[in-house]
């Protein structure tokens, strides 16, 4: 299988979780940013990375967006499972939706935030910098909407510091997608020094299930 990723792409790292999870034997290949658009329109219709190429014959060519790849990893290779069969997985599913569709963005939002201001001497180079720019551009980061996304965020790890809190899980007795997909969504934050102070079991989560799926530690860890 080929993954067709942006290299510091969260959602690209939920993929690859999934993928490591599975122990499934794959290779990457990382797109640059603007010119991804001419490969994937083809493929998928869509414009977002991760793209997955199973490159198995009666399969599709290409599968588009992290939680069909995640599906469709889950029916091609069911152990270890990711989803349920029962009521849980509803439950599983919402969370994920959730974590992708709202939290997965607010995290890119304040992430650039970060990274344009007081985080800009992780890397200074005017082509990051460039990049940065365009991305809080295409997203509308600014200050107002990074406050909107920030309350966003104390919302939800009051969440999911309850729930990882109660069971190691946080959903039913075992690791799900809904575990990998916040600790892939949430892994931008470990740069953020007021994140890492203020919720250090967070951190301690993520780098537990990027153990189990054998997936490096994300930058900051
Ligand atoms: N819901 C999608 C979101 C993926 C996503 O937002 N990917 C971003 C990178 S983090 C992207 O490809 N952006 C490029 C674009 O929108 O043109 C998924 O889960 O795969």
Redo the contacts with the bound molecule.
């Keep these: 299988m080929l993954l067709l990723q942006?290299s510091t792409?969260?959602?690209?790292r939920?993929a690859r979780l999934a993928l490591g999870y599975k122990q499934i034997d794959y290779q990457v290949e990382n797109l640059s940013?603007g010119l991804?658009?001419f490969k994937l329109k083809p493929l998928t219709g869509l414009?977002?990375?991760?793209v997955l190429l199973p490159q198995i014959a009666g399969k599709p060519a290409a599968i588009?967006?992290?939680?069909e790849i995640i599906k469709f990893l889950e029916s091609e290779q069911p152990e270890p499972p990711l989803l349920f069969t029962d009521q849980q997985q509803t439950e599983a599913l919402m969370l994920e939706d959730w974590l992708?569709?709202s939290i997965?963005t607010a995290t890119?939002f304040i992430y650039y935030h970060f990274r344009a201001g007081e985080g800009k001497t992780i890397d200074s180079s005017l082509s990051s910098q460039i990049v940065i720019s365009i991305v809080r551009k295409?997203y509308g980061i600014n200050d107002a909407s990074v406050k909107l996304a920030s309350n966003r965020l104390e919302n939800a790890l009051a969440e999911l510091s309850h729930r990882w809190q109660k069971s190691q899980y946080l959903v039913g007795e075992r690791l799900s997608v809904a575990d990998i997909t916040a600790a892939a969504l949430l892994s931008p934050l470990a740069l953020i020094p007021m994140y890492r102070s203020q919720y250090p079991w967070l951190f301690e989560r993520i780098a537990e299930i990027h153990q189990l799926c054998s997936e490096p530690l994300p930058p900051g860890l």
């Design positions: 942006f792409s969260h959602y690209c939920k940013p991804h658009i414009t977002t990375l991760p588009g967006d992290s939680s992708d569709e997965g890119r295409q």
